[in-house]
C-alpha cells in the first residue's frame, strides 16, 4: 500500500466496515471518506488522520501515515497499562490534623446548639 488513502480503504476492510459507517464513526461526512478511498481526494485532510488516530486508538499512526511499522500498536502495551498498579493515597499528616479540626469544630456547634436549644427552652 502505497498511499494513505490506500491504508484508510484497507484499515476500512480491515474492520469490517464500509465507507459510511466508518465516516458516521470519525462524525465526518460520507462523501469525505468515499473521495478518499475512490483517489478523488489527493490527500486526506489532518482533521479525518486525526480523528481516525483517536477513533481507532490501537492504530498505528506512523503506520498510517508512512505504511511503515505495524498496522497496529501491541495490545501488550493496552494491557499493561491496566494491570499498573494504582499508586497508593496516603494523607499527609496535615490533612489529617485539618479532618481531625473539622471534627472537633462540628462537635463544638453541636454542643452550642444544645446549650441555645436548653436556654430557650427555659425561657
Known amino acids: 500500500m502505497k498511499s494513505v488513502n490506500e491504508r484508510i480503504k484497507f484499515l ?5 466496515l464500509n465507507s459510511r459507517a ?13 473521495n478518499i478511498i ?12 486525526e480523528k481516525i488516530v483517536l477513533t481507532f486508538d490501537n492504530v498505528n499512526a506512523k503506520w498510517l501515515l508512512t505504511g511503515k511499522g505495524e498496522k497496529y500498536t501491541r495490545a501488550a502495551e493496552s494491557v499493561s497499562m491496566v494491570n499498573d498498579p ?11 490534623s485539618l479532618e481531625n479540626e473539622i471534627i ?9 446548639k444544645n446549650v441555645i436549644t436548653s436556654l430557650s427552652a427555659k425561657q
Open 38 to 49: 475512490s483517489g478523488r481526494m489527493s490527500m486526506p485532510s489532518y482533521v479525518v488522520l
Open 22 to 34: 466508518f465516516s458516521l464513526k470519525l462524525g465526518v461526512d460520507p462523501t469525505i471518506i468515499h
Open 104 to 112: 472537633n469544630l462540628k462537635g463544638q456547634i453541636e454542643a452550642y
Open 12 to 16: 476500512i476492510e480491515e474492520l469490517n
Open 86 to 96: 494504582l499508586p497508593v493515597y496516603e494523607k499527609s499528616a496535615k490533612e489529617i
